[in-house]
């Protein structure tokens, strides 16, 4: 799979689909899943301290033939570990269990209110000390952003956040082109509740293709990076399967066009 990357607005490069491992248990599952996804082609692997699997994520990549160089992984700060000094320490324990020597991007999981500015200082410090390639934002709805953008000395290069079919955010992606923020996606298959829908269906009928590879294709093209979760082989492979194909402009309306701005997951302004 010909896995492209996208250049983040501070120069480091991000490949455009990744593994998200949320409630992969850590152990032999964690590692049997990063061994597959490794050989389908997969480079970035999103995790958080939140997940409890960050040690089996490092022991599968220490364990795996990839130079680290070609890897991309992220890892965030939990929203009980924020403030300055909790999340240097936070972050000094992922890297610790991940055992790695550098991370590549590191996220704040969610804006807990009155604690992120504080949080984002930390995360400035790790970047300009070097302990980390890049820093950015989860969960920020454009509130959140426009309060960090004008309290900030470095910019988030990403903003990770729910974004499926049933869930455009339009106005949000908006904003972050305009800032020059990439928008990454969790939950892009809303985890699997959707692949239903009769006109993801037909689209995907017409490209020999499923519904899971329209929907992750649909985010592609519309320079968004998903990160869909699975731990079964042949899922894997199907959702990394999605670069030989593309989707008409009309297909990529109708599938906008199933918006209901509709959360699965919390709403950012209503999170301790
Ligand atoms: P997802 O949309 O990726 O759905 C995963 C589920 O969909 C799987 O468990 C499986 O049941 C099903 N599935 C996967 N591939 C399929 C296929 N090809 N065909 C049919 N069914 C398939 O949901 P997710 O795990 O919630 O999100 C992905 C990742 O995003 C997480 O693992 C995590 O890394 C990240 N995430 C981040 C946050 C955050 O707050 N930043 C929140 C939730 C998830």
Same mark, same amino acid.
């Not at 298959?189 to 993801?200: A, H, K, N, Y």
């Given at each position: 799979?010909?896995?492209?990357?996208?250049?983040?607005?501070?120069?480091?490069?991000?490949?455009?689909?990744?593994?998200?491992?949320?409630?992969?248990?850590?152990?032999?599952?964690?590692?049997? %899943?990063?061994?597959?996804?490794?050989?389908?082609?997969?480079?970035?692997?999103? %995790?958080?301290?939140?997940?409890?699997?960050?040690?089996?994520?490092?022991?599968?990549?220490?364990?795996?033939?990839?130079?680290?160089?070609?890897?991309?992984?992220?890892?965030?700060?939990?929203?009980?570990?924020?403030?300055? =000094?909790? %999340?240097?320490?936070?972050?000094?324990?992922?890297?610790?269990?991940?055992?790695?020597?550098?991370?590549? +991007?590191?996220?704040?999981?969610?804006?807990?209110?009155?604690?992120?500015? =504080?949080?984002?200082?930390?995360?400035?410090? +790790?970047?300009?000390?070097?302990?980390?390639?890049?820093?950015?934002?989860?969960?920020?709805? %454009?509130?959140?952003?426009?309060?960090?953008?004008?309290?900030?000395?470095?910019?988030?290069?990403?903003?990770?956040?729910?974004?499926?079919?049933?869930? +455009?955010?339009? =106005?949000?992606?908006?904003?972050?082109?305009?800032?020059?923020?990439?928008?990454?996606?969790?939950?892009?298959?809303?985890?699997?509740?959707?692949?239903?829908?009769?006109?993801?269906?037909?689209?995907?009928?017409?490209?020999?293709?499923?519904?899971?590879?329209?929907?992750?294709?649909?985010?592609?093209?519309?320079?968004?990076?998903?990160?869909?979760?699975?731990?079964?082989?042949?899922?894997?492979?199907?959702?990394?399967?999605?670069?030989?194909?593309?989707?008409?402009?009309?297909?990529?309306?109708?599938?906008?066009?199933?918006?209901?701005?509709?959360?699965?997951?919390?709403?950012?302004?209503?999170?301790?």
């Amino acid at each position: 799979n010909n896995f492209g990357k996208i250049k983040l607005h501070n120069g480091v490069e991000m490949p455009v689909l990744g593994l998200g491992v949320y409630k992969v248990e850590d152990g032999t599952q964690i590692e049997e %899943t990063i061994h597959s996804a490794l050989d389908f082609g997969y480079r970035l692997i999103d %995790t958080a301290s939140f997940y409890e699997n960050e040690e089996g994520v490092g022991r599968a990549i220490r364990n795996s033939s990839v130079p680290r160089e070609e890897l991309f992984i992220t890892t965030k700060v939990w929203n009980s570990e924020q403030g300055y =000094e909790n %999340t240097l320490r936070a972050f000094d324990q992922s890297m610790e269990k991940l055992e790695l020597d550098y991370l590549d +991007l590191y996220l704040v999981h969610w804006p807990v209110k009155g604690m992120y500015l =504080e949080t984002w200082r930390a995360l400035e410090k +790790l970047y300009q000390d070097g302990k980390v390639k890049a820093i950015g934002v989860s969960n920020f709805k %454009t509130h959140h952003l426009k309060d960090l953008l004008s309290n900030c000395q470095e910019r988030p290069v990403i903003n990770q956040v729910e974004l499926h079919p049933l869930l +455009l955010q339009a =106005e949000l992606r908006n904003f972050c082109s305009q800032q020059d923020i990439v928008v990454e996606a969790w939950s892009p298959l809303s985890r699997g509740r959707f692949l239903d829908e009769p006109i993801l269906r037909s689209i995907a009928e017409r490209h020999g293709k499923t519904p899971a590879q329209i929907i992750l294709r649909w985010h592609l093209q519309h320079e968004i990076i998903p990160i869909p979760k699975s731990i079964t082989p042949s899922r894997l492979k199907e959702n990394a399967e999605v670069f030989d194909f593309q989707l008409s402009q009309q297909e990529m309306a109708e599938i906008d066009g199933l918006n209901k701005n509709q959360r699965f997951g919390a709403d950012p302004d209503h999170i301790d």
